[in-house]
């Protein structure tokens, strides 16, 4: 187990593999295991048309994500069985994150010293937005970094 910036990065053996729908977020979460300690996987999905979980039994990943409580919160997995990578999709992520930016900018730009403040809001939340997207994107470049060492 490697830990950098907060992010931690386990590899093993998939178990336990169980996929569920949350509705309030609108995302599938698969919950496994990685050589016997809890991940957590969000998705985006959709309840009438639900994908299948990233992982298999046995496979063998490398996984990428915060260390919460009791589980790994998974941004970014690479299925050495399958050779596949994959991580939390940020596309949506990003679109949102602009639109947020320019609202904040109209707002903050506004004769109203209330509505400056929202606007200020605002566009906290559009910083909180890009910085997750920008750990995620950095835990798909540190497991790239790790499954393949620098030459």
Same mark, same amino acid.
């Given at each position: 187990?490697?830990?950098?910036?907060?992010?931690?990065?386990?590899?093993?053996? %998939?178990? $336990?593999?169980?996929?569920?729908?949350?509705? +309030?977020? *609108? #995302?599938?979460?698969?919950?496994? /295991? &990685?050589?016997?300690?809890?991940?957590?996987?969000?998705?985006?999905?959709?309840?009438?048309?639900?994908?299948?979980?990233?992982?298999?039994?046995?496979?063998?990943?490398?996984?990428?994500?915060?260390?919460?409580?009791?589980?790994?919160? %998974?941004? $970014?997995?690479?299925?050495?069985?399958?050779? +596949?990578? *994959? #991580?939390?999709?940020?596309?949506? /992520? &990003?679109?949102?994150?602009?639109?947020?930016?320019?609202?904040?900018?109209?707002?903050?730009?506004?004769?109203?010293?209330?509505?400056?403040?929202?606007?200020?809001?605002?566009?906290?939340?559009?910083?909180?937005?890009?910085?997750?997207?920008?750990?995620?994107?950095?835990?798909?470049?540190?497991?790239?970094?790790?499954?393949?060492?620098?030459?």
């Amino acid at each position: 187990m490697t830990s950098t910036m907060q992010l931690t990065i386990v590899s093993g053996s %998939v178990s $336990a593999i169980q996929t569920e729908w949350d509705f +309030v977020f *609108g #995302r599938q979460v698969t919950w496994f /295991r &990685i050589d016997n300690r809890p991940a957590r996987m969000s998705r985006a999905g959709s309840f009438l048309a639900p994908r299948p979980a990233p992982v298999a039994e046995r496979d063998q990943v490398t996984a990428c994500g915060l260390r919460k409580r009791d589980f790994i919160l %998974v941004f $970014a997995l690479y299925n050495h069985t399958t050779g +596949v990578m *994959g #991580r939390s999709p940020v596309g949506v /992520r &990003i679109a949102g994150c602009a639109l947020i930016v320019l609202m904040g900018v109209f707002l903050v730009i506004q004769d109203s010293n209330a509505v400056k403040s929202l606007g200020l809001v605002i566009l906290a939340a559009a910083g909180f937005t890009a910085w997750r997207i920008r750990r995620i994107t950095g835990a798909a470049r540190l497991i790239r970094r790790h499954i393949q060492p620098p030459e």
